[in-house]
Structures are given as C-alpha cells and as structure tokens.
C-alpha cells in the first residue's frame, strides 16, 4: 500500500509538470493522461510539448495581464493553470489571459500557472534556448529568451538577468521538454 501511495505521488508530481495538448482535452478543465518516460532526460522529440516557467514581476500602478505567447518552436502555446480539485489534480487554459497585480509578481512554475507548448517544430534539448514573445494587455509584447534545462535549478555559472520592458520585469525565462503522453492526438494550432 505504501508502495502504492508513493507511486501515485510520484505520478501526481509528474502530472503536476505537464498537461494535454489542446484537442486531448474536451473541456476546459481535465484531468491528465499517464506520461510516458522520455527518451531521453532533458529531451523532447519534435511533435511534442513543453512547458515554459518565469516570474513575472509589475511595478506599474495598475494590473497588467498575460494575455498571449507565440513562439517559432510551437504550432500553439498557452497559459495554463495547475490545480488540486476534490483530491485531483486538474489542468486548465487561462483563455482571459493570467492578471499580474499592481506592485506583485507571478511566478509560472511546475504545479501552479505555466506556459505550455505544442507541436514542437523541432527537438529540445538541455542546453538549447529559443525565443517567444509574451503579449500583456498594457505592457505590449516582450520578446524572452528562454532557455531549455531539465529543472528550475540554475546551472552554477549562471545568473538571471532581469528583462525590464516598462513596469513589467522578467526573471529566469525557462522551458524544459514534456514527456511524450500516451495516447495524446497532436495539437491544434490556436486560430
């Protein structure tokens, strides 16, 4: 029974991660498929998804909101939320976009709010960076360089340089690879 426990905690972490591509879902909340291991640690196979982590950070007055993302290396990227509901663990798109409050920061990261990317054009690998352009409702679009490792550890030699676009900050762009989903159609590009 422990073993068991301790399998589906382990499962719930990994579910905690990554989520379903747009068509897999049916609605706007669901609950996840069983991931497979990937091929390789640190990799995601061209096709596939990952997800994207930063804080966010608005000294401006007023709110501001995430209300987008695009990149080159994805056929769709959306702003997702993480969250336990009745014991599950649920996934859900944010279609009004994520608010970042006056004088507050956001942070996107692994079980809470992330950017998830579908449709891969190409391999990621650990060590890889690519760009995407963030869209906010006041601030514009920033565009991030977001650099690919397989945990939000920062690599000893590095040290985040804040990207400041007005009153919106960046920290630490990241994204790692998803592990493939069994049985997950390929995505849809967003219209």
Known sequence: MIRTITLGLALIALIAA?????SARGS???HHGTPEASPQAGHAAMGGTAAGYM?????GAEPDRLIGAETD???AVEIHEMAHAN????MRPLPDGLEIPAGSEVALESGGYHLMLFGL???LRAGDSYQMTLRFERAGEVLVTMAV???AELPASATPTPLVHGTITILDPWSRPAPAMIGAPEATPAG
Do not use: C, E, K
């Open 73 to 75: 290396i994805a056929d």
């Open 18 to 22: 990554f989520g379903l591509p747009p």
């Open 87 to 90: 014991g599950v663990m649920t």
């Open 55 to 59: 804080l966010i950070r608005n000294t």
């Open 149 to 151: 490792r397989p945990r």
């Open 121 to 123: 054009t190409h391999d």
């Open 28 to 30: 706007d909340q669901h």
